[in-house]
């Protein structure tokens, strides 16, 4: 490592890790993790790279998108398998109980427009679950599941992405506080979300 990357700050590093390979590896295996089982949506480290590094927030948010999709897929294929295993497991899942399932098959009785999700709401893998057990078919659900994540992710990133594109220098000026708020504000939300 060289002195200038020692002396680099956090959000020069992460712009760094935004630019390479392993960054959209990691954030299609969170997105695939998450359309699973993973109750951590693949936002929490998106909207960071986003922030620190916008030119890649579009090609990072595809890779989401590529992630999610496989995982519904998979999702879908172990749905059809074993229904009432993966009921269980869901259930097992903190901020997923009945009325998940009912708010899920009310909005998906839309059809696949039914998957359009603005903010926090309802898991992806329940949508998925609740398309393949109404008998929804694969080609309509990956258009769902992209559906949902621009509509559900797509609004993070671009917030993040225009911040970071307007605001560098004072992000890096201030990243200190900037990433003590970010964790401490994804901490909140999901202590709120899952109680």
Request: hydrophobic share 60%; aromatic share 8%; proline share 5%.
């Amino acid at each position: 490592m060289t002195a200038a990357a020692l002396r680099a700050g956090w959000f020069d590093r992460i712009a760094r890790f935004a630019a390479s390979r392993a960054a959209i590896v990691l954030v299609s295996a969170w997105a695939f993790g998450e359309a699973l089982v993973l109750p951590v949506v693949p936002d929490v480290v998106l909207a960071l790279l986003a922030l620190a590094a916008p030119r890649r927030a579009g090609t990072l948010l595809a890779a989401v998108i590529a992630g999610a999709v496989a995982g519904s897929l998979v999702l879908a294929v172990a749905t059809t398998l074993a229904p009432q295993a993966v009921d269980a497991m869901l259930r097992a899942l903190p901020a997923i109980d009945d009325a998940t399932f009912e708010t899920v098959a009310a909005s998906l009785a839309e059809g696949v427009t039914g998957f359009v999700q603005v903010g926090a709401g309802p898991p992806l893998k329940v949508y998925t679950t609740e398309w393949v057990e109404a008998g929804g078919g694969p080609i309509a659900l990956v258009a769902g599941v992209v559906l949902n994540r621009l509509t559900r992710i797509g609004p993070i990133v671009l917030v993040a992405a225009v911040a970071g594109w307007l605001i560098p220098a004072w992000l890096r000026r201030h990243e200190r506080v900037v990433l003590v708020g970010y964790v401490v504000a994804w901490t909140v939300f999901y202590a709120l979300y899952w109680s």
